[in-house]
């Protein structure tokens, strides 16, 4: 599933401050609307209190004096109708507007109030809906209800101004937000659209770190990651074109000498002669097959051959018997003792790239061996780890060339033999490939060489 910066960030900044605007307007709305609305209340219940000192009981009958003129200042309003209406004892009716409302809906209006001197409540009268305010009071022993009520254009109205008030600011600020998050992202991600630009502009021969100071502080670490990627791509590059380079030599050298040998085998009448350059074509034939052969297993060395499904329990003492026939031949012909200290130790990986490993470690150690020297193969597992070890008592390892030993075709100057220098290459990249590591140590006798692969142990196999 791709995923969209942008859209993730868009995302998280709008739908915040969508669900706040969204939160925000009732509750601003009921904020201001609510006090405006109280206030008209407390008006009309104003005016049902002026009606009551015009009520009078004189001998027992109520009396209302209401002159025109303070009629005619209760009923002005510019906007709205206002009604009134002055009820007596049972509901008898004393002034104002017959048919007013005077109780909510749903309420006994034969029945004489529960006690509340003052209700408001929404009715109709006349075919328009109104607002109507109630009071009670009592005068000489006697209680009377004063009701006054006005249309709600006002309110309406009200609700209207407040709505567009409220709504329209608030979609500008909305539309103003969007925007700002929308231009903020944008320029934001620049520097990774820059990133982009730069490595669309990288050849793949030519790759040059990105500008890492440039970067904004939240993906520098990327960027300098990123830098330490191809700094290694550039370096298994050019390993890559070294070895390439050094294969092609080392198969051109064989090549050559089977080419010549057999242009002289035309030429050659002598049939001890045409012999001789026959087992020579031979053994460079056989060169040639060991260095492709070498060639192969370092390439199924690397982190990108064999399968990781390959991987298994391996007994490596067991392991080392199988191997060993082939190494007591050629030890018998190198006329080299070749002796085993074998203890309990397993891990876990291809078996078939460890026994080239050792056997490439034996095989070395044998060839470089002098005639009735030593070769001495030991493993053991201590602790988490596996040592395995092959030491000889020939001319040894100078200490400067160590670590070079296990460079792709690097051989020890002045060395016989007719090794082609990947050998113990194979041995680092199997021993890398397995997570551990191979190393050249001091001899524990006083002369040769000791080389140590050490690997992660495994419990043993079941």
């Known amino acids: 599933m ?3 910066l942008r859209k993730a960030l868009l995302l998280w900044l709008l739908l915040p401050a969508g669900l706040a605007v969204v939160t925000f307007l009732p509750l601003a709305y009921h904020l201001i609307h609510q006090p405006a609305v109280e206030a008209f209340d407390q008006a009309l219940a104003d005016a049902g209190l002026a009606l009551v000192p015009h009520l009078e009981v004189i001998g027992g009958e ?3 004096v209401f002159p025109a003129a303070a009629e005619q200042v209760l009923r002005t309003d510019r906007v709205d109708e206002v009604y009134f209406l002055v009820l007596g004892p049972n509901q008898r009716f004393i002034a104002g507007d017959i048919g007013l409302p005077h109780a909510a809906s749903g309420d006994d209006d034969s029945s004489e109030p529960d006690g509340e001197e003052h209700i408001n409540f929404d009715s109709h009268f006349r075919g328009h809906p109104i607002r109507v305010s109630t009071l009670r009071r009592t005068i000489d022993g006697e209680s009377f209800l004063f009701v006054t009520a006005e249309t709600t254009r006002k309110r309406d109205q009200l609700r209207v101004d407040l709505t567009f008030a409220l709504v329209l600011p608030l979609l500008f600020f909305a539309g103003a937000t969007g925007l700002t998050i929308w231009f903020g992202i944008r320029h934001a991600l620049l520097p990774v659209e820059d990133i982009r630009a730069a490595l669309k502009r990288m050849g793949h021969r030519a790759l040059q770190p990105l500008d890492s100071d440039s970067a904004p502080t939240e993906i520098r670490p990327l960027v300098e990651e990123f830098n330490l990627v191809l700094d290694r791509l550039d370096q298994a590059a050019a390993a ?3 070895f390439v380079a050094n294969a092609a030599h080392q198969l051109r050298t064989p090549l050559a000498g089977v080419r010549t040998q057999l242009e002289l085998l035309q030429r050659e009448t002598d049939a001890d002669a045409r012999a001789a350059r026959c087992s020579q074509c031979i053994s460079a034939i056989e060169r040639l097959g060991h ?6 297993v370092l390439l199924s060395a690397e982190p990108s051959g064999r399968h990781a499904d390959l991987a298994a329990p391996i007994d490596v003492p067991e392991l080392i018997r199988e191997r060993s026939p082939e190494w007591i031949r050629l030890a018998e012909t190198h006329r080299i003792d070749l002796g085993f200290e074998l203890q309990p130790a397993c891990v876990r990986g291809d078996s078939l ?3 080239e490993a ?11 061996t002098p005639a009735d020297g030593e070769v001495t193969i030991r493993c053991r597992q201590q602790d988490h780890d596996v040592f395995i070890e092959v030491e000889d008592n020939g001319p040894g390892i100078p200490l400067a060339a160590r670590e070079s030993i296990f460079e792709r075709f690097f051989r020890l100057p002045g060395t016989g033999g007719q090794g082609s220098g990947l050998g113990l290459a194979i041995v680092r990249e199997i021993a890398r490939g397995f997570g551990g590591e191979v190393h050249a140590l001091n001899p524990t006798g006083e002369r040769g060489a000791r080389l140590q692969v050490r690997l992660p142990g495994s419990p043993p196999a079941a």
Do not use: D, E, K, W
């Open 358 to 368: 050792i056997a490439n470690l034996v095989i070395n150690a044998i060839h470089y």
């Open 62 to 64: 109520p009396n209302f």
């Open 240 to 242: 890559q074109q070294r």
């Open 353 to 355: 790239l460890l026994g």
């Open 291 to 296: 260095l492709v052969n070498q060639m192969l």
């Open 2 to 4: 791709t995923r969209s």
